[in-house]
């Protein structure tokens, strides 16, 4: 069974550092995406970043040079680094993860690629 668990998340002031966590565990499929996303209350769950196994990465135009993913393959664990943080980035951050084959044509961002979620750290952000 998979399981996702996040950590890390937390409040801080607008410009502060964050670094999130996903520890995960109970899949063996190799050719996968692992991505972040966030949800802020009323709104759609958004992608903000995804990296393949093989170490590319894409990131949702409202991050881009603001916050860095990455993974330490060897411990199963997924990392988003969030710096120059804003209270619009303030929302739910989850964790995802791709455990089986999807259509390659679903963008990495796209919330139907991943069939594993965590169960989400909250992110606030401080003017």
């Known amino acids: 069974q998979v399981q996702l668990v996040e950590s890390g998340g937390g409040s801080v002031r607008s410009g502060g550092s964050l670094r999130l966590s996903c520890a995960a565990s109970g899949y063996t499929y190799s050719n996968h995406w692992k991505g972040w996303f966030r949800q802020a209350p009323g709104e759609e769950r958004e992608g903000v970043a995804a990296i393949h196994n093989d170490g590319n990465t894409t990131y949702g135009d409202s991050v881009k040079g603001r916050f860095t993913i990455s993974q330490d393959n060897a411990k199963n664990t997924l990392y988003l680094q969030m710096d120059n943080l804003k209270p619009e980035d303030t929302a739910m951050y989850f964790c995802?993860?791709?455990?089986?084959?999807?259509?390659?044509?679903?963008?990495?961002?796209?919330?139907?690629?991943?069939?594993?979620w965590g169960q989400g750290t909250q992110v606030t952000v401080s003017s």
């Open positions: 995802a993860v791709q455990t089986m084959s999807t259509s390659p044509a679903l963008h990495p961002l796209s919330r139907l690629r991943y069939n594993s």
